[in-house]
């Protein structure tokens, strides 16, 4: 699979499954996730190598990574700051489908692809970032969209008819 700056080989075969975990250090995740990370935030050569660094957890319990993943996985967990979180995206995603209800008798037109892209991400940042969220500002979700160190978009908008 493409991905910016790389690609992700996908292990389908169930006989090389084996095989792959037994490479835990060459086909780790965590490096993946560190270099696609500075890749999206276009980071400095300071923060790639604070994004880097004990990347694998050689070194102990420790780095950005490790801090990063145990918060996530406390976030995500079953419970009640989950359903919150989930609640406030369906409340997002209920009010831009309200939106979209025309007046009576009137249609609308509009871009699919701009609008579930809006949409999505809305109701993705206003549940984990809550009132502070920084794509509130068009300018920082148009930036997310966009790799500005590739001038490449993460997700091609589809062509103009």
Known sequence: ???????MYVVTKPELIQSAQKQHRTLA?????????SRICGASAEARAILSENVNGDEGDFGLYADSHEGVK???KP???????????????????????????????FNM???LRNAITTATTRSVY???NPFEDKAVAD?????NTSGAWLCDPPPKR
């Open 74 to 76: 406390a976030a995500l």
């Open 143 to 147: 930036a997310f969209w966009y790799a």
């Open 113 to 115: 692809y701009d609008w």
């Open 29 to 37: 995740f965590p490096p993946v996730a560190a270099q696609f990370a």
């Open 130 to 132: 809550g009132p502070m």
């Open 1 to 7: 699979m493409p991905l910016p700056g790389q690609k």
């Open 79 to 109: 419970g009640l700051a989950l359903d919150d979180m989930n609640r406030v995206m369906i409340q997002e995603i209920a009010r831009a489908l309200d939106l979209l209800l025309p007046l009576e008798k009137a249609s609308a037109r």
